[in-house]
């Protein structure tokens, strides 16, 4: 079965500074990966994905994400952090594309001015 | 920008009640889902539906969950007899195909309360 784990529910980071919000996932076959934003009050918004080929995967909003076999990994980074980048942050992984994902906890990020 | 819409924001039901959550997915869209968060738990898959009919899911949706689209444009989500338990944000998807390069666009989510 398919897990993912998001380590830190709230992360706080200053404008400016390097975001990195960590993914660890759990199967028994390399998953698809992604990375969804929810800014408040709207839906979950596709930032990125890894499905096959490249392991360094680049989104929208200059966020990207590197797929670490060696480490079940598929951390979320942004260079500097600005203001618009509060929200809250899933990370979902599947088997087959979209029919089923399996989400995180979420991470919710905040920047200091 | 297409997007998919949930109604209502919020809906407080009592016990025991049935709820409706209704949906409106992308229009060219055949792939729809729903999935819910319990707070401070993940966001958890419940159903999928393909041409008219579920394709998969998940052991949380017993026998109390229904889903429907009763014409072109709605998706519904039905709980017949709604327990404390079932308090979660529930979210609506669709997606153009369901294989691993389209995307699934989610709505803004139901936040439903039952007391």
């Known amino acids: 079965a398919q897990s993912v784990t998001q380590l830190g529910s709230h992360v706080s980071v200053s404008e400016g500074a390097l975001v990195l919000l960590r993914c660890n996932y759990s199967?028994?076959?390399?998953?698809?990966l992604f990375w969804y934003v929810q800014y408040p009050n709207q839906g979950l918004q596709l930032l990125l994905k890894?499905?096959?080929?490249?392991?360094l995967v680049k989104g929208i909003n200059g966020f990207e994400a590197e797929f670490k076999k060696s480490e079940t990994s598929f951390h979320l980074t942004k260079p500097s952090a600005h203001m618009s980048d509060a929200a809250e942050y899933f990370c979902?992984?599947?088997?087959?594309?979209?029919?089923?994902?399996?989400f995180g906890t979420g991470t919710r990020l905040t920047i200091i001015p | 920008e297409p997007e998919v819409t949930q109604t209502p924001s919020h809906q407080v039901t009592q016990m025991g009640q049935e709820v409706i959550l209704r949906c409106v997915p992308i229009?060219?869209?055949?792939?729809f889902y729903w999935y819910r968060q319990i707070l401070g738990q993940k966001v958890e898959f419940l159903v999928s539906?393909?041409?008219?009919?579920?394709?998969?899911k998940s052991e949380i949706f017993d026998d109390q969950f229904s889903v429907e689209r009763p014409d072109g444009s709605n998706f519904t989500l039905k709980i017949r007899s709604t327990k404390l338990e079932d308090s979660a944000m529930y979210f609506c998807?669709?997606?153009?195909?369901?294989?691993?390069?389209?995307?699934?666009?989610f709505g803004q989510g139901t936040r439903l309360t039952v007391v």
């Open positions: 229009s060219n869209h055949l792939y």
């Open positions: 539906f393909y041409n008219n009919e579920i394709s998969e």
């Open positions: 199967s028994s076959v390399p998953p698809y």
């Open positions: 890894y499905t096959t080929g490249a392991t």
């Open positions: 998807a669709s997606s153009l195909t369901g294989g691993e390069f389209t995307e699934a666009f």
């Open positions: 979902a992984s599947s088997n087959f594309g979209n029919e089923k994902l399996t």
